[in-house]
């Protein structure tokens, strides 16, 4: 199993930045792929973004492309997540998620272990 750890959430006013940053822990060595998921009041949780942790190949929604980048610290087992140009929509809880069966991009949240989310507000 793999522990995640999120930190970096908060509230921002929009046009302003945040960097969300996700710890693993435990059996990382199986690691395939790591990224981000949102879920706002309301809605069904969506894929925001994600990193394969070997070749750092990356995958983003449209709504975030251009404003969000994700990246990864591999002596850390971190990944973050930098947020610019943040804008009232993306107000939602932001939770990591890792996978071990070689699922990325959209199709990352199959069968993988998930942080337990950080509060992202942005303020109009």
């Known amino acids: 199993q793999v522990q995640l750890v999120e930190s970096g959430g908060g509230l921002v006013q929009a046009g302003g930045s945040l960097r969300l940053s996700c710890a693993a822990s435990?059996?990382?060595?199986?690691?395939?792929?790591m990224g981000w998921f949102r879920q706002a009041p309301g809605k069904e949780r969506e894929f925001v973004a994600a990193?394969?942790?070997?070749?750092?190949?990356?995958y983003y929604t449209d709504s975030v492309k251009g404003r969000f980048t994700i990246s990864r610290e591999s002596a850390k087992n971190t990944v973050y997540l930098q947020m610019n140009s943040l804008k009232p929509e993306d107000t939602a809880v932001y939770t990591c998620a890792a996978n071990h069966q070689g699922y990325t991009g959209r199709a990352l949240g199959m069968n993988a272990n998930w942080g337990q989310g950080t509060q992202v507000t942005v303020s109009s």
């Open positions: 990193i394969t942790w070997y070749g750092g190949s990356t």
């Open positions: 435990g059996r990382t060595f199986s690691t395939s792929a």
